[in-house]
């Protein structure tokens, strides 16, 4: 029997996994010590709990555990990492490049070093929402120190080609800083393999406890060196001060055993229902799924619901199914997303986006009856709609504010989404 509301907002976070849970309670009541406590059993216990977590943490992305440092999540991690290079390697450049679909812990980050004196190259990105590589390598600069582009995006699910940029970046002896929230734990990712000298990760998008996160930062091969954002008393190799949250930790480190485990049959289940999903909404007239249906997270979709504002569509069965018009993080301003908008949406389009993102727990009764629900009301929501009726009557919808990127006219590209 369904349970309401159906949760299809994975991207937002992820509820805590119950062994997560367990593994973390020791740590609030028998093992409380601090972990900086080298004195006394209640430390050392609490010490080994953070060690074999940070190997847990390491084993899941083929790094090595001295190359993990705790912060408090993954917006920590993203400034940690590109202030920390900004300001460790000033007298190299202070040139940064990022793209301009990044997360906003990214993108605020590179606004504030702008008014420190720092040059940053917002590269835009296609359709598809990939950069364009040689566009890549063309802004690259004698003072480019670090290249900062996200693995997979939080709205749109898109890949980025991580080793092709790797190896651009090691090609000019630039550093090359990854934001991998949405993709550890949903795809393999290897920072050896794929050529990442620092990448941010977070627990909670991947069942895991809110509050705590890792920075992975290379020893070798570049050695990099970060100047610290957090002063105190020199924990975390002197990177990130402060008494370790050790029950998060935890939490964490068996968070990540457990997607080791499970991710990849996780991912061919979830890539099913997921096209099951995008399937039955294009069945409706005028839907589209924005970016590149390609190189995509398996669990994510994005989808435009034309002449169907995207917040009435929420309200239409929001007690019943909780989605996303888009970023959390952005969730409190009345924009549309600035991540579809870089993709060659219009305002209208754009705001007419809904964001699916499915977890473990989803299966195909949820999905059945979330294309049925959502379908209803974007039929009854049409069916009130001027604009619709002008469309339906053939009028000039002034194609321009309305049609998807993909589209030159307007009937065909939707034979061709459909296909």
């Not at 301009?100 to 702008?114: F, G, I, M, P, W």
């Not at 999905?367 to 039929?379: A, H, K, L, M, P």
């Not at 009726?389 to 030159?408: C, I, L, N, T, V």
Request: hydrophobic content about 40%.
């Amino acid at each position: 029997m369904l349970k309401f509301p159906i949760y299809m907002d994975h991207n937002a976070t992820t509820p805590c996994d119950p062994r997560v849970l367990e593994a973390m309670m020791p740590f609030f009541t028998e093992n409380f010590g601090n972990a900086a406590s080298r004195h006394h059993p209640f430390g050392w216990q609490a010490a080994e709990g953070v060690a074999y977590a940070r190997e847990q943490a390491a084993a899941l992305i083929g790094a090595d555990p001295s190359e993990i440092i705790f912060t408090s999540g993954a917006t920590e991690s993203d400034n940690l990492a590109i202030k920390g290079v900004f300001e460790r390697y000033a007298s190299k450049g202070n040139h940064i490049i990022t793209a301009n679909t990044e997360h906003k812990a990214v993108l605020d980050t590179c606004k504030r070093l702008e008014r420190r004196g720092g040059e940053i190259t917002y590269l835009e990105v296609g359709s598809d929402g990939q950069i364009d590589l040689e566009a890549l390598e063309a802004a690259i600069r004698p003072t480019t120190i670090l290249i900062a582009i996200m693995y997979a995006n939080n709205e749109t699910g898109t890949i980025q080609p991580v080793r092709e940029i790797a190896a651009i970046a090691r090609r000019h002896g630039v550093l090359f800083f990854s934001d991998a929230v949405q993709a550890v734990g949903k795809i393999p990712v290897d920072v050896n393999f794929d050529g990442i000298d620092l990448m941010a990760f977070t627990a909670h998008k991947m069942y895991g406890p809110k509050g705590v996160g890792a920075l992975y930062v290379r020893r070798k091969n570049p050695r990099v060196s970060l100047s610290a954002q957090i002063d105190g008393g020199g924990h975390e190799k002197g990177m990130r001060s402060g008494t370790l949250n050790s029950p998060g930790i935890v939490g964490l480190g068996k968070a990540c055993a457990l997607r080791m485990e499970e991710m990849e049959a996780d991912a061919l289940r979830l890539s099913k229902l997921r096209d099951r999903l995008e399937n039955g909404l294009l069945q409706l007239e005028e839907v589209y799924v924005n970016g590149g249906r390609e190189r995509r997270l398996p669990h994510v979709s994005n989808m435009a619901f034309r002449y169907v504002d995207g917040n009435g569509l929420l309200l239409g069965f929001n007690k019943k199914i909780a989605v996303s018009t888009g970023s959390a993080c952005a969730s409190a301003s009345p924009e549309p997303s600035y991540v579809l908008k870089a993709l060659g949406l219009g305002d209208e389009l754009a705001h007419s986006s809904l964001r699916f993102s499915l977890g473990r727990d989803t299966d195909e009764e949820q999905v059945d009856f979330v294309i049925r629900e959502v379908s209803g009301t974007v039929n009854a929501l049409r069916a009130a709609s001027p604009l619709w009726q002008w469309f339906k009557e053939g009028a000039d919808m002034d194609a321009e504010a309305w049609a998807h990127p993909s589209a030159r006219v307007i009937t065909g590209s939707i034979k061709r989404d459909h296909a």
